[in-house]
Nanobody, 127 residues
Framework: QVQLVESGGGLVQPGGSLRLSCAAS????????MGWFRQAPGKEREFVAT????????TYADSVKGRFTISRDNAKNTVYLQMNSLKPEDTAVYYC????????????????????WGKGTLVTVSS
């Protein structure tokens, strides 16, 4: 069982930046593909970004490509999501997710494929 705890959400103005963190409680963090997903009010949860077990492969949704960066620190059991140039449409609850796997991050963008989920952190982009 892996517990995931997100932090770093909050209120930010359009064009601003936030960095989300997700701490994982597992001794084998480097065995897991990590991902960020989000759910806006009244919408379904959607893929944002994934990162492979080593950090060597990353995949992004088209809507965040060039603005968001996912990274991980296996020594700290933590995955990050740096969000720049934020837009009102980025407003959502952001969820950290994990699953075991050693393939490219490209293969792990399906919500139904993730094994563990955090409780989420709210990001609000508004002036």
């Amino acid at each position: 069982q892996v517990q995931l705890v997100e932090s770093g959400g909050g209120l930010v103005q359009p064009g601003g930046s936030l960095r989300l963190s997700c701490a994982a409680s597992t001794r084998t963090f480097s065995s897991y593909v990590m991902g960020w997903f989000r759910q806006a009010p009244g919408k379904e949860r959607e893929f944002v970004a994934t990162i492979s077990w080593s950090g060597g492969s990353t995949t992004y949704a088209d809507s965040v490509k060039g603005r968001f960066t996912i990274s991980r620190d296996n020594a700290k059991n933590t995955v990050y999501l740096q969000m720049n140039s934020l837009k009102p449409e980025d407003t959502a609850v952001y969820y950290c997710a994990a699953r075991t796997g050693y393939r490219s991050s490209y293969y792990y963008t399906d919500i139904n494929g993730m094994e563990y989920w955090g409780k989420g952190t709210l990001v609000t982009v508004s002036s």
